[in-house]
Structure formats: structure tokens, C-alpha cells
């Protein structure tokens, strides 16, 4: 009888274990209520960030359709009829509408660009695209895009910004062109005649060899003139850097410069540079915008986003850079490097609501690196 009762006893004790077990399984296995429902609040966790996302227009497609409704309404200077209040910000935020548009020659990779008051026409410089073509300053009939005359320079050097230098100074005559190179400290300046009552057909270019001098920088890009009073004879130049170095012409060096910012955010890469309306305007490489500076500062002061202008009546070309400045009429030109167009555009008023400045930002704010034009 004891026997029996302990087998009694162990049998019971092994149901009992096994009853445990199962409960545990049924309780935190895999297949568990526990689990499933543990599952199911994930799922419904997820469903319900991915509801909130798309109810903000966060996925991608929505996103660039917001985006492009807030440029439309820019555009018809809708957007400050919204409720939404501006930001303390002191930034603003731009898009533009066409006035008119010209042709302009695809081949030449545009790298300097400004509009010359005396013959109505505008100045270009061109880089060595394709390889082994010759750098070349050129004078362009806006209305036609009809290269009126050019002139080429040693092609070890590859043509970059241009600024017109009408009062003479120690470096540079009077009347003359002065073209920045790349990767080079190396400056070209290039003398012109007045032009004021001549014939547009005729020669400006000065006969003769070109005069050069260094600025010390190891990298020319974007130049234009200060735009202050009493920074005569000293233009602005940009290298690949946040920074605009001020050199001055009469003494032949560097006298200063500034960093060009935003919300605390170094911006590098102002490529092509306009002196506009007291500013320094500036192309950022590889962005569809253009950055209003404060040449004191170096403060970005607003965004202009002319997203979409690459693609406007059948243009074809490489990124945006040109901007010349027409300061008698006040009208503003914009081309590119190989573009088929040159386009007269008016700038819409600036924007301080919050949904702008982030939308200009996030097209606009420059790249932190370009490891394909080998700037890491």
C-alpha cells in the first residue's frame, strides 16, 4: 500500500508539472495571448505613426506635393494670407515668377555672369568644358544670346567668376574685366573700351596681352564688387569655403572676411556672386537657389528658391550658376552652366512664416561636402 501511494504521489506531482508547463507556454510562449496581444499593440502602435505621418503629408510623395503647393501659392503671393504666424526669425524665404526669357549658347559652362551697363549687353566667363577647350571671356546680345566677341585665355587656366571694374586701381586698369581661375590663386583682368556710344558690333576687347596678378587664395570662384561706399576698389570673392574673402585691388592682398551662416549652420559653396540692392547674392553649387548676404556679417538674409527653373521652357543644361544685376532697371538675370536659357525673373516678396523658412532651408542650406568636385 505504500508503494502504491507514493506512485500515487509521483504521478501526481508530474501532472501537476506538466500542467505548469503548459500554462507557462499558454501564458508566454510564442503563441501566447500574452504575445498576440503584445503583437497587436505593436501593429496598431506602428498603423497609427504611419496614419499620424501621412495625416502631416510626411511620406515622400505627399511631402513633395506639399512642398510644391507651398511654392504655387508663394508664387501668386498667397502665402501670407495664412493664419500662420510669422517667426521671430530674421531670415526670409523666396520664389520667383518668369518676365521674360532669351536664348543662350548650351555650350558654354557658365562660371561668371554680369550685365554691362554702357553696351546693354551681358559679360560672361566660360570654364574648359569640354576637356581641353580654352577658358574664355565672352560679350552676349541678351536678347539673341549671339556671342558678339570673345577672348580665350592660356588654357592651364580654368575661367572662373567675373566682376566689371569700371574706376582704375593699382592692379587692375580702368574699364577692365576681372576673371578669378579655379584650384589657382591666378587672376585675369581683361581691359575693355567705354562701349557707351559705340556700335554693339564693335570690338571692345582691348588688343594685347591680358594683365594678370594673384589674390593668394588657392581656389577662385565667385567675385563681385562690395557694396559699400567705402569699400572702393575692393571685390568680394568666394573659394569653395563658408568664407567671402575681401581683397583689395589697391593694395593686393586680402583685407578681411566673413562667414557666411545660417540658424548656426556654416554654408559652404557660394559659387557664382552678384552685388544686388545693397546685398551679396550668391548661387550655392549644386542647389536651385540663391542666398541674399549680408556682406558685413556674412548672414544669410533670405532664401530664393528657384526650384523647377532648370526645367522652364525646354531649357536643358548642368546646375544653375549666373546672376547679373541690370541696376538702372533693376531687373535680375538667371542662367546656368551649358543652359539653353537666360531668364529675367522677378523676386517674389520674402516670407516669415515658419513652413517657408523650413521648406527654403531644406532645398536651399548647402551641401557639407562635394567629394565629385573633390571638396571632401
Known amino acids: 500500500m505504500k508503494t502504491k501511494k507514493l506512485n500515487w504521489i509521483g504521478l501526481l506531482s508530474v501532472v501537476a508539472l506538466a500542467c505548469a508547463v503548459v500554462t507557462c507556454a499558454m501564458e508566454w510562449g510564442p503563441f501566447s495571448n500574452r504575445e ?3 503583437r497587436t499593440k505593436r501593429k496598431d502602435a506602428r498603423e497609427d505613426a504611419a496614419t499620424r505621418r501621412l495625416s502631416r503629408g510626411e511620406t515622400s510623395a505627399s511631402r513633395v506635393e506639399k512642398d510644391e503647393a507651398m511654392t504655387r501659392r508663394m508664387k501668386r503671393d498667397e502665402f501670407d494670407d495664412d493664419e500662420e504666424e510669422n ?21 558654354a ?4 555672369f554680369l550685365f554691362h551697363a554702357p553696351t546693354g549687353s551681358a559679360y560672361e566667363s566660360t570654364g574648359s568644358v569640354p576637356y581641353g577647350k580654352a577658358s574664355d571671356v565672352r560679350r552676349v546680345d541678351i536678347a539673341t544670346g549671339a556671342v558678339v566677341e570673345k577672348k580665350t585665355i592660356p588654357k592651364v587656366s580654368f575661367g572662373e567668376g567675373l566682376v566689371f571694374m569700371r574706376k582704375e586701381t593699382k592692379n587692375v586698369k580702368r574699364n577692365s574685366l576681372v576673371q578669378l581661375t579655379w584650384k ?3 587672376a585675369y583682368a581683361h581691359k575693355i573700351k567705354d562701349g557707351g556710344d559705340d556700335d554693339s558690333n564693335d570690338v571692345l576687347f582691348e588688343e594685347g ?7 593668394g587664395l588657392r581656389d577662385g570662384w565667385g567675385v563681385t564688387t562690395s557694396t559699400k561706399k567705402d569699400r572702393e576698389g575692393i571685390i568680394v570673392i568666394s573659394n569653395g569655403t563658408a568664407h567671402l574673402t575681401l581683397f583689395d585691388l589697391n593694395k593686393g592682398q586680402s583685407v578681411g572676411s566673413v562667414t557666411v551662416h545660417d540658424n548656426g549652420v556654416e554654408q559652404r559653396f557660394s559659387n557664382e556672386l552678384e552685388a544686388v540692392r545693397g546685398e551679396i547674392w550668391a548661387n550655392i553649387l549644386e542647389k536651385e537657389c540663391v542666398a541674399r548676404i549680408d556682406e558685413l556679417t556674412g548672414k544669410v538674409l533670405g532664401w530664393i528658391d528657384f526650384t523647377g527653373l532648370k526645367k522652364m521652357q525646354g531649357n536643358v543644361g548642368n546646375v544653375m550658376n549666373g546672376i547679373a544685376y541690370d541696376e538702372q532697371h533693376d531687373r535680375i538675370f538667371i542662367t546656368g552652366k551649358q ?5 529675367e525673373v522677378k523676386i517674389s516678396k520674402g516670407s516669415r512664416k515658419k513652413r517657408a523658412i523650413e521648406l527654403g532651408r531644406k532645398r536651399c542650406q548647402s551641401p557639407k561636402s562635394l567629394p565629385n568636385y573633390g571638396y571632401p
Open 36 to 38: 498576440k496581444t503584445t
Open 87 to 107: 517667426t521671430e526669425e530674421d531670415v526670409e524665404y523666396h520664389t520667383y515668377s518668369i518676365v521674360n526669357s532669351y536664348p543662350h549658347d548650351e555650350k
Open 109 to 112: 559652362f557658365t562660371q561668371g
Open 184 to 186: 589657382s590663386s591666378k
Open 209 to 215: 596681352d591680358e594683365q594678370t596678378f594673384y589674390t
Open 339 to 343: 543652359w539653353r536659357r537666360v531668364f
